[in-house]
Nanobody
Framework: QVQLAESGGGLVQPGGSLRLSCVASGRPSRTTMAWFRQAPGKEREFVGAIRWSGGNREINNPMKGRFTISGDAAKNAVYLQMNTLNPEDSAVYYC????????????????????WGQGTQVTVSS
């Protein structure tokens, strides 16, 4: 059983930055880890993912150029650097882990992820 713990959320002004962290404990699979987000009244949205084998990284198009995903396999950790935040980025951000080394086209599908963290709130407001 793997546990995922997110941290780093909070309140930030528009144009600001935040760095989210997710650490896997228990029995991490070191396959694919991802970030999703969900705003009130909206569906869960893919943010980005990293696959440990090959180091493939993917960021959803609306966030490209502002968000960066990285990881530290030795620490079973994945990070999400978010820059130039705007109010539309406000959401609960969830870390997720898949049991598979997902191909890029599959990374954005939440059904392929079997473990989820509790989420961390990000609020962008002046």
């Amino acid at each position: 059983q793997v546990q995922l713990a997110e941290s780093g959320g909070g309140l930030v002004q528009p144009g600001g930055s935040l760095r989210l962290s997710c650490v896997a404990s228990g029995r991490p699979s070191r396959t694919t880890m991802a970030w999703f987000r969900q705003a009130p009244g909206k569906e869960r949205e893919f943010v980005g993912a990293i696959r440990w084998s090959g180091g493939n990284r993917e960021i959803n198009n609306p966030m490209k150029g502002r968000f960066t995903i990285s990881g530290d396999a030795a620490k079973n950790a994945v990070y999400l650097q978010m820059n130039t935040l705007n109010p539309e980025d406000s959401a609960v951000y969830y870390c997720a882990q898949s049991n598979s080394a997902l191909i890029t086209s599959a990374m954005g599908n939440p059904q392929y992820y079997s473990a989820w963290g509790q989420g961390t709130q990000v609020t962008v407001s002046s």
